[in-house]
C-alpha cells in the first residue's frame, strides 16, 4: 500500500527507519540509478556475471582454496602435536614428582 502512496506521511517514515535503522532522509532522497550504481561498484559485478546469464564468470581459482585448505590443515595438525607435546611433558612432570 505504501508504494502505492504518492506522498508517505512523515510518522509513517519515522516508524520505518527506526524499524530498518535506516535515516528518514535515506527514503527522503532515495535515487533508484544511483543506488543500483552503488550496489555494482560496491560488489564488483562484471556484465557477464549477471544473475539469469547461463554462463556466469566467477574469478576463483579451485585449485588456490584447495591449496589454503590443505596449509591451514597442515598448521592445525603442527599446532595440535605441538599441544599434545606440551601435554606430555606436564604430565610426565606430574608423575616424575
Do not use: C
Not at 45 to 71: M, Q, R, T
Amino acid at each position: 500500500m505504501l508504494e502505492q502512496k504518492d506522498v508517505i506521511e512523515d510518522d509513517i517514515l519515522d516508524q520505518i527507519s527506526h524499524a530498518l535503522k535506516i535515516p528518514v532522509e535515506a527514503f527522503q532522497n532515495f535515487d533508484e540509478e544511483q543506488a543500483v550504481n552503488i550496489i555494482s561498484n560496491t560488489f564488483n559485478i562484471e556484465k557477464e556475471a549477471y544473475i539469469g546469464n547461463s554462463k556466469p564468470v566467477f574469478n576463483i581459482n579451485p585449485f588456490d582454496e584447495l591449496k589454503k585448505l590443505h596449509d591451514e590443515k597442515i598448521a592445525l595438525y603442527e599446532r595440535m602435536l605441538k599441544e599434545k607435546d606440551e601435554m606430555m611433558t606436564r604430565l610426565e612432570k606430574l608423575i616424575n614428582k
